[in-house]
């Protein structure tokens, strides 16, 4: 026997919608739920699930993360949105920019979201972290909304920065930013692991920087001193094979990146595979919180897009390679195959979480493009955060302007 529902569809048409009587429809704000949730509501999944992982390569470490990690389906999930909605931000950015809605720089990091999303989930919110200009996915895992990150590349009021940031220079509670200049963010990074250290806060610091960065001779700086005075922090090398457009094995003598602190210990992580981040971000993190100092993380990922979007991509590299990693070390479809092998979700729920990024990243394009840019009289706000009101000069010396909090 059968139930029918009718249901509206957008146009104003009306379909119906058959399932056996044993589920009930369920109404919340006066909407029927789908039929597919209201299947997905009635099925009993797994609570977790156990994954072999791929082992770390090690340098002056004894022992490292596991090879083997519990998921539950709450996590799962968790980091399966997350991620999805990284990855849709970056493709509705990718469409802004091309239709000059988006204007400047602008570093896209489709590809990388096991990297972003699997060491937060490694972390704590009150630790800290700091990264160069391919800092979105970063901004919204820190807690930052998808509204306010559009609005920031699109240079609006309801922007992260006000809509004086940009694409490179976003900022949220512990985090300090994606940093334009090449490197400089690292010297920051061991910074701000010094303050955490001496606030004797149970704190530490994650200083991200990519493979094009890590011949800077500013990072090795920034090693010394980090292992000298013992700072709790992650020195993390985002290595997606190719800085600008030349590939590693042309601008560096030695790719082991995580060698390159020499006496720091350090990982070499599978960054396509979030577990395998997250696994390997608690191990760094227990081993700054115990005292011992800096450890070095190498995650191995990969960009879809290139470098910037003025870059295409391809004249450095095949299509084929491209297509090939995206085929075979996807971060979100290997998560997702996990999950549905494991009946910690189905086809369907994931759809449904699908449907509801997209429908969220739309409402956030719609207000980035629908907001107010800043007014003229603002350009000198927030040079300081909590000083008295002072004059700016202008680009033109007759001008001033009025900086406040």
């Not at 930052?144 to 940009?166: D, F, H, N, P, Q």
Request: charge should be neutral; charged fraction near 25%.
């Amino acid at each position: 026997m059968l139930c029918s529902v009718a249901k509206k569809k957008k146009e104003g048409s009306t379909r119906t919608l058959r399932w056996p009587c044993g589920f009930e429809e369920a109404a919340r704000g006066g909407e029927v739920l789908k039929a597919s949730r209201v299947l997905v509501a009635s099925r009993n999944f797994a609570n977790d699930a156990t994954f072999e992982i791929k082992k770390c390569d090690l340098h002056r470490l004894e022992e490292g993360p596991p090879v083997t990690t519990v998921l539950t389906r709450e996590d799962g999930l968790k980091y399966y949105r997350m991620m999805q909605t990284v990855r849709r931000m970056e493709l509705k950015a990718d469409q802004l920019y091309k239709q000059k809605i988006i204007r400047g720089f602008c570093h896209l990091c489709d590809g990388q979201e096991a990297c972003c999303v699997g060491l937060e989930a490694g972390i704590n919110p009150t630790d800290h972290l700091i990264t160069a200009y391919r800092a979105h996915g970063f901004t919204f895992t820190r807690g930052l909304s998808v509204r306010a990150i559009l609005a920031e590349l699109t240079g609006r009021r309801g922007g992260c920065a006000k809509g004086k940031g940009g694409s490179m220079h976003m900022y949220a509670k512990n985090f300090y930013g994606g940093n334009g200049i090449v490197g400089a963010q690292v010297p920051l990074g061991a910074g701000i692991a010094l303050a955490c250290k001496y606030n004797e806060k149970d704190e530490i610091c994650l200083t991200l920087y990519g493979d094009g960065a890590a011949n800077q001779g500013q990072i090795f700086e920034a090693y010394n001193m980090a292992a000298l005075w013992k700072l709790p922090c992650i020195f993390i090398c985002e290595n997606n094979r190719y800085g600008m457009g030349t590939s590693v094995e042309r601008a560096a003598a030695s790719t082991d990146y995580y060698k390159r602190g020499d006496f720091i210990p350090g990982l070499r992580v599978d960054g396509m595979d979030i577990l395998c981040v997250r696994e390997a971000t608690r191990f760094a993190a227990a081993y700054c919180r115990s005292g011992k100092g800096p450890i070095l993380m190498e995650l191995q990922t990969y960009r879809y897009h290139g470098h910037s979007m003025s870059d295409p991509g391809v004249s450095y590299r095949t299509r084929e390679e491209i297509q090939e990693v995206r085929s075979k070390s996807d971060p979100i479809m290997l998560l997702k195959d996990r999950m549905v092998n494991s009946n910690l979700a189905s086809v369907e729920e994931l759809k449904e979480i699908d449907v509801e990024v997209r429908k969220e990243i739309e409402d956030a394009a719609q207000f980035a493009t629908a907001d107010p840019e800043p007014p003229l009289e603002e350009l000198g706000y927030h040079i300081y955060c909590s000083d008295p009101p002072f004059e700016v000069r202008g680009a033109n010396q007759w001008i001033k302007f009025k900086s406040v909090s």
